[in-house]
Nanobody, 126 residues
Framework: QVQLVESGGGLVQAGGSLRLSCAASGRIFSFNDMGWYRQAPGKQRELVARTTIGGSTNYADSVKGRFTISRDNAKNTVYLQMNSLKPEDTAAYYC????????????????????WGQGTQVTVSL
């Protein structure tokens, strides 16, 4: 059973910084894709940033230049460094992962829904 557990959310003033972490546990050798989505009240869940095991990344236009995604493949952990936070960044942030290998020789299994964490709240005040 794969689990993703986020940490690092909280309340911060505009212009401040937060670092989110997401650690995966279970029978996991690696994930091809890991990333972060967010959902504000009354809005749809949207992509924030994603990264592949090879190191490529992509970001939502709204966070480019302010947020940085990184990962530690040995620990199956993904991070999101958020700088210059704005009130419009306020949302629940969810960790995402897909393309899992259970061991080094096994196949990569990609599901239609992927794996999701329980979410961590980020609130940015004026």
């Amino acid at each position: 059973q794969v689990q993703l557990v986020e940490s690092g959310g909280g309340l911060v003033q505009a212009g401040g910084s937060l670092r989110l972490s997401c650690a995966a546990s279970g029978r996991i050798f690696s994930f091809n894709d890991m990333g972060w989505y967010r959902q504000a009240p009354g809005k749809q869940r949207e992509l924030v940033a994603r990264t592949t095991i090879g190191g490529s990344t992509n970001y939502a236009d709204s966070v480019k230049g302010r947020f940085t995604i990184s990962r530690d493949n040995a620990k199956n952990t993904v991070y999101l460094q958020m700088n210059s936070l704005k009130p419009e960044d306020t949302a629940a942030y969810y960790c995402y992962a897909n393309g899992v290998k259970s061991d080094s020789l096994g196949p990569v299994i990609t599901t239609s829904s992927g794996y999701w964490g329980q979410g961590t709240q980020v609130t940015v005040s004026l």
